[in-house]
C-alpha cells in the first residue's frame, strides 16, 4: 500500500540555520503531498501541499518540491526561529477525494535560542 | 482559530470501562473524521463521514463506534476500552473536495 518515510525523528537546530526534514513517499500516480505542523496541545495545522511534478508549496518561509522521480517532498526552511518548534508531518493524499491521508511518522523540531 | 471543538481534553479510565468524545465543528463542513495518534506521534485514520453516512472506515476494533446526529457533530464512543487505546483522539474537518483538514486539540485517553 501507499506509505510515506519521514527520515530524521528528531531534529535539534539554532535559531538561523537551515532546515532540512526529509520526506519520502511510495505510491502509484500522483498523489498529492502535503506538510501538517502541530504545536503542543494543538491538532496538526495544514501548512501546504503539491500535486503534480515539480510543484513548489510554501507558506511561512516553508517550503517543498514535488519530485516525481526521487518520490521526494523534502520539508526547507532557510532560517528557523524558536517559534518553528513543532512536530512537522508529510503526509499523502490517498483517495483524496475522501479525505484520507497517509501520515508520515512525525519529525519533533527543537529550536535553541 | 479554533473551529472544531473536542471534549473532553483529557480522560482517565480503567480497563472495560465505556467512554464517549465529543467533536463538534462550526465551519459547515460536511465531512469530519477521527484519527488516531499514538505515543510515537503516529497518526491514522479511524472513520470518515460524510452527511452523516459513514464512508471510510479502517481496521479498527468493533468496540469503537463512530456517532453522528448531524454534520456539524461526529462523537467516538469506545465500549470497553483496553491498554492499547491510549492514546490521543484527533477530530478532523473538510469541506467537499477541499484541501485542507481542520483539526481539534484533541482527546487524550489514558486506560490504566
Known amino acids: 500500500g501507499d506509505s510515506v518515510t519521514q527520515t530524521e525523528g528528531q531534529v535539534a537546530l539554532s535559531e538561523e540555520d537551515f532546515l532540512t526534514i526529509h520526506c519520502n513517499y511510495s505510491?502509484?500516480?500522483?498523489?498529492?503531498l502535503f506538510w501538517y505542523v502541530q504545536y503542543p496541545g494543538e491538532g496538526p495545522q495544514f501548512l501546504f501541499r503539491?500535486?503534480?511534478?515539480?510543484e513548489k508549496g510554501s507558506s511561512r518561509g516553508f517550503e517543498a518540491t514535488y519530485d516525481k522521480g526521487t518520490t521526494s517532498f523534502h520539508l526547507r526552511k532557510a532560517s528557523v526561529q524558536e517559534s518553528d518548534s513543532a512536530v512537522y508531518y508529510c503526509?499523502?493524499?490517498?483517495?483524496?477525494?475522501?479525505?484520507?491521508?497517509?501520515f508520515g511518522q512525525g519529525t519533533k523540531l527543537s529550536i535553541k535560542p | 482559530e479554533t473551529a472544531v471543538f473536542q471534549t473532553p481534553n483529557y480522560h482517565v479510565t480503567q480497563v472495560g470501562n465505556e467512554v464517549s468524545f465529543n467533536c463538534k465543528q462550526t465551519?459547515?463542513?460536511?465531512?469530519m473524521y477521527w484519527y488516531k495518534q499514538d505515543s510515537k506521534k503516529l497518526l491514522k485514520i479511524m472513520f470518515s463521514y460524510n452527511n452523516k453516512q459513514l464512508i471510510v472506515n479502517e481496521t479498527v476494533p468493533r468496540r469503537f463506534s463512530p456517532q453522528s446526529s448531524d454534520k456539524a457533530h461526529l462523537n467516538l464512543r469506545i465500549k470497553s476500552v483496553e491498554p492499547e487505546d491510549s492514546a490521543v483522539y484527533l477530530c478532523a474537518s473538510r469541506q467537499g473536495n477541499a484541501e485542507t483538514l481542520y483539526f481539534g486539540s484533541g482527546t487524550r485517553l489514558t486506560v490504566l
Open positions: 503539491a500535486s503534480r511534478d515539480k
Open positions: 503526509a499523502l493524499g490517498d483517495d483524496y477525494n475522501q479525505g484520507k491521508l497517509i
Open positions: 465551519l459547515g463542513h460536511d465531512t
Open positions: 505510491a502509484s500516480g500522483y498523489p498529492a
